[in-house]
């Protein structure tokens, strides 16, 4: 157990639908990345998130946004969903080091009929 | 396009062998390098984290990293039917906190 907690467990939408996925950090930590992983490949980095700012992110439309709220948990917000957007999203906290692991929660599988 | 590349396997080895997991890193400057074991439908656990050049061990794994040839691997000794997953590379870029993975090698320990 590492602590990060996410919801739903599953979820199924229809194309076009607009979804929100929830992350807690683990205690004392600062930082939350969200990655995609699609069946079959490695996780995909989307975005983080450091003290309730954008840090970063990783290859995916505008049509995937987040927050992080005062208490570091996270939101993933994907509109106008595409079949290709079915996949196991993972989110990950960490404090906010180069060096510093990132912990893994059980994840969201979301599947886009 | 910084890339980190795994043999997808599977790699099969019989229990109580050595399993010989490889990852090569495109990102010269990468500082951090981990591995990750991940069970079918579940999310990735970490094994080993590793930072300097050379062998890190902990029980079973040994993590060795080369940063001139930009190449890190994982030794799982005594391998369990328990050790079968799909084992990931990640390394942390140099200039921040995010990971670029590989696409993870399937390793099926045989009774």
């Known amino acids: 157990e590492t602590g990060v907690t996410q919801s739903p467990t599953h979820l199924i939408k229809t194309r076009g639908q607009q979804v929100t996925l929830r992350c807690s950090s683990q205690?004392?930590?600062?930082?939350v990345s969200w990655y995609q992983q699609a069946l079959g490949q490695g996780p995909q980095f989307i975005f983080q998130?450091?003290?309730?700012?954008?840090?970063g992110r990783g290859n995916f439309p505008p049509r995937f946004s987040g927050l992080q709220f005062p208490n570091y948990s996270s939101e993933l917000n994907v509109n106008a969903l595409e079949l290709d957007d079915s996949a196991l999203y993972l989110c990950?906290?960490?404090?906010?080091?180069?060096?510093?692991?990132?912990?893994f929660g059980p994840g969201t599988r979301l599947t886009v009929l | 396009q910084k890339e980190v590349e795994q043999n997808s396997g599977p790699l099969s080895v019989p229990e109580g062998a050595i399993a010989s997991l490889n990852c090569t890193y495109s990102?010269?400057?990468?500082?951090?390098f981990f591995w990750y074991r991940q069970y079918s439908g579940k999310s990735p656990e970490l094994i080993m984290s590793i930072y300097s050049n050379g062998d890190k061990e902990d029980g079973r794994f040994t993590a060795q990293l080369n940063k001139a040839s930009q190449y890190v691997s994982l030794l799982i000794r005594d391998s369990q039917p328990s050790d079968s997953a799909t084992y990931l590379c990640?390394?942390?870029?140099?200039?921040?906190?995010?990971?670029?993975f590989g696409g993870g090698t399937r390793v099926l320990v045989k009774p």
């Open positions: 990950a906290s960490s404090l906010a080091s180069e060096t510093d692991t990132q912990y």
């Open positions: 990102d010269r400057v990468s500082q951090s």
């Open positions: 998130y450091y003290r309730e700012e954008e840090n």
């Open positions: 205690s004392g930590h600062n930082t």
């Open positions: 990640a390394v942390n870029e140099a200039a921040g906190n995010k990971l670029t």
